[in-house]
């Protein structure tokens, strides 16, 4: 059975940094390809960063320079480094398995003051 566990999240100041993680079991985690989504209120759900099996990473835009996805293959978990957040970077953030139906089930981001 997959599982994907998301933690980390909560309510944090503009300016501030979270670090979420996703702890995987269930897949072979070091040949799966992973992403950070996210859906912000009235939003659809968009990717924010992408990880390969390999370490090679991508990103959206409005989140470059600012967060970065990172795997650590002995724990089998993926995390996403969040710095200088912003109240538009206020969302649910998910856990994927890129090609596949996995989805953890989302780690409340608030950032507000």
């Known amino acids: 059975q997959v599982q994907l566990v998301e933690s980390g999240g909560g309510l944090v100041q503009p300016g501030g940094s979270l670090r979420l993680s996703c702890a995987a079991s269930g897949i072979r985690f070091g040949a799966a390809a992973m992403a950070w989504y996210r859906q912000g209120p009235g939003q659809q759900r968009e990717v924010v960063a992408r990880?390969?099996?390999?370490?090679?990473?991508n990103y959206i835009d409005s989140v470059k320079g600012r967060f970065t996805i990172s795997r650590d293959n002995s724990k089998d978990t993926v995390y996403l480094q969040m710095n200088s957040l912003k109240p538009e970077d206020t969302a649910v953030y998910y856990c994927y398995v890129i090609g596949t139906s996995w989805w953890g089930q989302g780690t409340q981001v608030t950032v507000s003051s």
């Open positions: 990880i390969t099996q390999t370490g090679n990473t």
